[in-house]
């Protein structure tokens, strides 16, 4: 059980990338509200659901603003 579901998953520098990790996935099914980032798989799973939000991957500032949001 959480407030919120932060996940700010990033692609390394050679590419490598989470597919769609299991957490988001627990995420969802709870309904907790998800702040992650802008990911093509990620934005996939969350769709176009209100308490689900994502950011620019690497931005803290970016992250911080849709946490507090």
Do not use: W, Y
Not at 16 to 34: K, N, T, Y
Not at 38 to 57: K, R, W, Y
């Amino acid at each position: 059980s959480c407030g919120i579901f932060v996940a700010p998953f990033i692609e390394a520098k050679s590419g490598d990338q989470d597919g769609f990790p299991v957490a988001l996935m627990e995420a969802i099914f709870c309904g907790s509200p998800i702040v992650s980032t802008n990911m093509p798989q990620i934005t996939f799973a969350l769709g176009e659901n209100a308490h689900h939000v994502c950011c620019d991957s690497g931005s803290v500032e970016a992250l911080e603003k849709k946490i507090v949001e």
